[in-house]
């Protein structure tokens, strides 16, 4: 979700699409992150809207993206030289 949420803010129902999860579970997670202050929430009629809270967050993920993507190339490399 917070992958998703880095395009841009999205509402509950746009989240749940793209996880697959139910509403509950994704409602949950929400919170969580949320409480942490991750991500931020904005009501608007009956949706509620899910942002970024965090400049800093996008950069995190980004570098670790990086990392684990060089770790993996790493593991499929010393497999097909084997």
């Known amino acids: 979700m917070v992958d998703a949420l880095r395009d841009g803010e999205k509402c509950v129902c746009e989240l749940q699409s793209l996880v ?3 509403m509950s ?3 949950r997670h929400l919170a969580v992150l949320r409480e942490a202050g991750i991500i931020s929430s904005d009501k608007r009629g ?3 809207y899910y942002k970024l809270s965090l400049c ?3 950069t995190f993920l980004g570098c670790t993206g990086e990392l684990v993507e060089k770790r993996v190339r790493s593991q499929i ?3 097909t030289t084997r």
Do not use: A, R, V
Request: hydrophobic share 35%.
């Open 77 to 79: 490399d010393m497999l």
């Open 25 to 27: 579970t994704i409602s």
């Open 20 to 22: 697959g999860d139910d």
């Open 56 to 58: 800093c967050l996008e």
């Open 46 to 48: 009956t949706n509620i």
